[in-house]
T-cell receptor, first 113, second 118 residues
Framework: GDSVTQMEGPVTLSEEAFLTINCTYT??????LFWYVQYPGEGLQLLLK?????DKGSNKGFEATYRKETTSFHLEKGSVQVSDSAVYFC????????????FGGGTRVLVKP | DTAVSQTPKYLVTQMGNDKSIKCEQN?????MYWYKQDSKKFLKIMFS???????INETVPNRFSPKSPDKAHLNLHINSLELGDSAVYFC?????????????????FGAGSRLTVL
C-alpha cells in the first residue's frame, strides 16, 4: 500500500537557519503530494502541494519539488523564524486509492531565537 | 465563520463509557473524514464519507461508529471506551476532484478533539 516516510525529529534550529525536512514516498501511479503544518494546539493546515512530477509547491517561504525519479518531496525554507516552530507532515493522495490522504509520521521543528 | 468545527474540544471520561464527538463543515464539501492522532503525533485515517456514504473504513474496532446525517455533518460515536482510545481525533472535509480533473484532494481540518480515557 501507499506509504510516506519523513525524517524523525525533533529538528532544532536557530532563527534564520536553513531548514530541510526529507520526505520520500511509496505509491503506484501518480500521487499528489502535500506538506501540512500543525502549530501547537491547532489542527493541520495545508502548507503547499504539487500534483505532478517536477511541480514545485511554495508558500510562506517554504518550497518542495515533486521528484518522481527519487520519489521525494523534500521541504525547504531558507531562513526560518520562531513562528515556524510546528510539526510538519508530508502526505500523498491517489485517485485510484479513493483519494485517501496518507501521512508520514510528522517532524517536529523547534526554532530558537 | 469556522470552516470545520468539532465539539467538544476536550473530553475526559472513564473506561467503559460511551461518548460522541460531533463535526460540522460549512464549506459545501462532499466528503468528510475522521483521523486519529496518537501521542507520538502519528495520524491515521479511520473513516471517510462521501455524500453520506461510507467510502473508507480502515481497520478500526467496531466500538467506533461514524454517522453522517447529511453532507455537512459527520459524527463519531465510541462505545465501551478503552485506555488506548486516548488520542486527538481530527475531523476533515474536502471536495473530491472529478475524474477528469487533475487537481489534488485538499483536506481542511478541524482543530481536533482531545479524548482522555482514565
Amino acid at each position: 500500500g501507499d506509504s510516506v516516510t519523513q525524517m524523525e525529529g525533533p529538528v532544532t534550529l536557530s532563527e534564520e537557519a536553513f531548514l530541510t525536512i526529507n520526505c520520500t514516498y511509496t505509491a503506484t501511479g501518480y500521487p499528489s503530494l502535500f506538506w501540512y503544518v500543525q502549530y501547537p494546539g491547532e489542527g493541520l493546515q495545508l502548507l503547499l502541494k504539487a500534483t505532478k512530477a517536477d511541480d514545485k509547491g511554495s508558500n510562506k517561504g517554504f518550497e518542495a519539488t515533486y521528484r518522481k525519479e527519487t520519489t521525494s518531496f523534500h521541504l525547504e525554507k531558507g531562513s526560518v523564524q520562531v513562528s515556524d516552530s510546528a510539526v510538519y507532515f508530508c502526505a500523498l493522495t491517489r485517485k485510484a486509492a479513493g483519494n485517501k490522504l496518507t501521512f508520514g509520521g510528522g517532524t517536529r521543528v523547534l526554532v530558537k531565537p | 465563520d469556522t470552516a470545520v468545527s468539532q465539539t467538544p474540544k476536550y473530553l475526559v471520561t472513564q473506561m467503559g463509557n460511551d461518548k460522541s464527538i460531533k463535526c460540522e463543515q460549512n464549506l459545501g464539501h462532499d466528503t468528510m473524514y475522521w483521523y486519529k492522532q496518537d501521542s507520538k503525533k502519528f495520524l491515521k485515517i479511520m473513516f471517510s464519507y462521501n455524500n453520506k456514504e461510507l467510502i473508507i473504513n480502515e481497520t478500526v474496532p467496531n466500538r467506533f461508529s461514524p454517522k453522517s446525517p447529511d453532507k455537512a455533518h459527520l459524527n463519531l460515536h465510541i462505545n465501551s471506551l478503552e485506555l488506548g482510545d486516548s488520542a486527538v481525533y481530527f475531523c476533515a472535509s474536502s471536495h473530491i476532484p472529478g475524474q477528469s480533473f487533475s487537481g489534488a484532494n485538499v483536506l481542511t481540518f478541524g482543530a481536533g478533539s482531545r479524548l482522555t480515557v482514565l
